[in-house]
């Protein structure tokens, strides 16, 4: 398996993600519950190949911390300064 990149939009009640695999390709899409089942489940369907981004609301520190165990990495980013980025041109 190919290294992969999940981000996830965090919500009060629950996660909504995509997957996609180096070249940007979607993998897969979906959603679970903010309750620590749901969230578990996800988490160790995650492996070392896969890198995660997490948008820092309110209540993301205890999702992190269910997801770093598993993920190739983590990364906290603002979709706002992203989408800024994005846009930049580099010379």
Same mark, same amino acid.
Request: aromatic content about 10%; hydrophobic content about 35%; some cysteine.
């Given at each position: ?27 897969? /899409? ?8 749901? %969230?578990? &489940?996800? $988490? ?21 911390? /269910? ?8 990364? %906290?980013? &603002?979709? $706002? ?11």
């Amino acid at each position: 398996m190919s290294e992969s990149y999940v981000g996830i939009d965090v919500h009060k009640k629950r996660c909504v993600y995509t997957e996609i695999d180096p070249t940007g390709k979607v993998v897969k /899409q979906g959603r679970f519950d903010n309750i620590f089942e749901e %969230v578990s &489940t996800f $988490a160790s369907r995650l492996t070392s190949k896969v890198h995660v981004v997490l948008e820092p609301v309110l209540n993301y520190l205890w999702l992190l911390d /269910q997801f770093e165990p598993y993920a190739g990495s983590m990364h %906290v980013a &603002t979709p $706002a300064y992203c989408h800024l980025r994005l846009e930049t041109r580099s010379k």
